[in-house]
């Protein structure tokens, strides 16, 4: 179990209400100074705000959100409780996909982090559909529900990463190609293979 945490201001109190399929991103309502807000979780970034999120990470502007009810498996839509001046009403937002073929961590590059986002998931439990944030980045062009080798090859293809510092060298998307894969390898050799049942 995990605890999700509290926002900033306000009495410590927070409720979830909904999670995307692999149960990545979490949203809810937590309390504030200006009373019950909206709130999304992950992993990376911690409880935010969704009014805060949509603003830093889309620049979208959005009313009082008051609570976040329910979001879609892929993460994409999320509905909830909103206040307009006095009275209260149902919001739906719809974030946008990422512009950028290969980018995973929604930086606007395909780099480095977008290359460990694809090896950590790659070829996952089949039973967990993983999302463009997982890195499969074929799931609506193709179809398929795993990160493999189609999704690495639209993250090399379209590979830009962050301007370098000055007197670095950036690798060729080739020599790229053969890290991912021999990464990919010693993951496979260190995967276990199975429990052998003690028969005492």
């Known amino acids: 179990m995990i605890a999700l945490g509290d926002l900033p201001g306000g009495t410590f109190e927070s409720e979830a209400h909904a999670c995307t399929a692999d149960g990545s991103v979490v949203v809810g309502h937590a309390t504030t100074d200006r009373g019950r807000t909206a709130f999304i979780w992950d992993a990376t970034h911690g409880m935010r705000s969704l009014e805060d999120m949509l603003m830093d990470d889309f620049g979208l502007a959005s009313a009082n959100l008051t609570s976040a009810n329910a979001i879609t498996p892929d993460g994409r839509t999320i509905v909830g409780t909103a206040k307009y001046g006095n009275t209260y009403g149902g919001f739906v937002v719809v974030i946008p996909e990422p ?58 293809s379209n590979w830009t990463g ?27 050799r260190r995967r276990p293979t199975g429990l052998v049942n003690d028969p005492d």
């Open 99 to 156: 512009t950028v073929p290969g980018d995973a961590s929604g930086n606007g590059f395909a780099d480095h982090s977008d290359l460990a986002i694809v090896l950590s998931n790659w070829e996952q439990d089949p039973s967990i559909i993983s999302t463009w944030d997982l890195g499969n980045f074929t799931e609506t062009t193709l179809g398929d529900t795993d990160v493999d080798e189609n999704d690495l090859s639209v993250l090399l």
């Open 162 to 188: 962050p301007p370098p510092p000055a007197g670095t060298s950036v690798p060729e998307p080739a020599t790229l190609s053969l890290l991912a894969f021999s990464g990919l390898a010693v993951m496979r």
